[in-house]
């Protein structure tokens, strides 16, 4: 219900953004409490952007009931007045000193930290210069719940980050021709994406002709794209932060029937998930849906990796949608549906879409048609 009743974010105003924050590091500040601690140290980037709009390398958040403090280093000192609307400490040297500091300056004794994403070093760095009656207490998975619904401005991110990979994704798929590499073609769309408004990929693009289509995470090489095979292409950009992710599938010259099947498969398989996905639905009961197509076909022990996952200043985030996942949709959660299917001596075949849950369904996001593109 959030992000629908949240007012409509506009790039041009920071003031609206920075409320955003302050309201989630005042949720935070709020949670405090029940887990029985004093403050929390962030020091995961994305976790870091999502409570503070800070973008730089080196930072890190100390969340405290009644304010909330960002320490950095010198080179972020005019990016972190600008991006953040909390208290900024500019470090000399070292962050950890400071860190300590402010923990003694407000007798802090319980400092929740997130085991999973803060390296060792700077762990046993603090740990080892706190003052006697203060502790590191491990919390996982706190800011990485909270972000798993999106706001409206995250949302609109998205869509345009969805926007953006489509859009290189046509412009590109116009250009194709065999004879043309599998580097040749990522560079391409890499490029394409970047002059429609991209910051970067969200990840490396896949772009796997033939064979070479059944690896689910093919690396482009500098084989050229052969007429009579199948093309994977799976590609996202990062725009505004915000990831966007997407996977169609080429075909140089007349498909076969076992290619026409495979894809039909593949297409009804997503379908079925995308028709599965609303609001309380389980997220194996969505792989449920695409697994029990593929298993109609004979291709349920080719689709080897979970139907998809959520996305947003991460490429990867929760939920996961697999076939092991407890987990549940709920509205303004922004996912993939991803099926997929890999024989080996045959290729692959990937159809995926960035999607957002709500009450009654989902919107797909993603606007480029799901026919096989058949070049040539
Ligand atoms: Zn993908
Ligand atoms: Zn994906």
């Not at 500091?101 to 210069?129: H, T, V, W």
């Amino acid at each position: 219900m959030r992000w629908r009743s949240a007012r409509k974010f506009s790039s041009g105003s920071s003031k609206v953004a920075a409320n955003e924050f302050e309201r989630r590091r005042q949720t935070v500040a709020a949670g405090l409490a029940e887990r029985k601690l004093d403050a929390l140290l962030v020091a995961f980037s994305p976790n870091l952007r999502y409570l503070t709009g800070f973008t730089g390398s080196n930072g890190n958040l100390l969340v405290l009931p009644d304010r909330a403090i960002l320490f950095t280093d010198p080179r972020y000192q005019i990016q972190a007045g600008q991006e953040a609307s909390c208290r900024i400490k500019i470090a000399k040297g070292p962050l950890v000193p400071d860190i300590v500091a402010a923990i003694e300056s407000s007798r802090l004794r319980r400092i929740g930290y997130e085991p999973g994403r803060m390296n060792c070093d700077l762990f046993e760095s603090l740990n080892a210069r706190l003052p006697m009656k203060a502790s590191l207490v491990a919390v996982s998975g706190w800011i990485e719940q909270l972000r798993t619904i999106k706001s409206a401005s995250e949302l609109e991110r998205i869509r345009r980050s969805v926007e953006t990979n489509s859009r290189a994704f046509e412009q590109t798929v116009k250009r194709v021709r065999p004879g043309m590499t599998e580097q040749d073609l990522a560079a391409e769309l890499e490029y394409r994406m970047r002059r429609l408004g991209a910051e970067k990929p969200s990840f490396e693009t896949i772009v796997a002709g033939g064979a070479r289509g059944a690896l689910p995470h093919a690396q482009p090489t500098a084989a050229p794209l052969r007429p009579g095979s199948l093309v994977v292409v799976d590609m996202g950009a990062f725009q505004d932060g915000y990831a966007s992710d997407m996977t169609r599938m080429l075909f140089l010259g007349s498909p076969t029937a076992k290619v026409k099947r495979t894809y039909q498969a593949v297409l009804e398989a997503q379908l079925a998930a995308i028709d599965a996905v609303r609001s309380g639905v389980s997220t194996s009961r969505v792989d449920g849906a695409a697994r029990r197509v593929l298993k109609g076909y004979g291709l349920d022990r080719a689709f080897v990796h979970s139907t998809g996952h959520g996305l947003g200043l991460e490429i990867h985030e929760s939920p996961r949608i697999g076939k092991r996942d407890q987990g549940r949709l709920e509205t303004g959660m922004a996912v993939t549906i991803e099926p997929g299917v890999y024989l080996q001596g045959f290729g692959g075949i990937r159809i995926e879409d960035t999607i957002v849950v709500t009450p009654a369904g989902c919107r797909i996001l993603t606007p480029t048609s799901k026919d096989l593109r058949v070049i040539g």
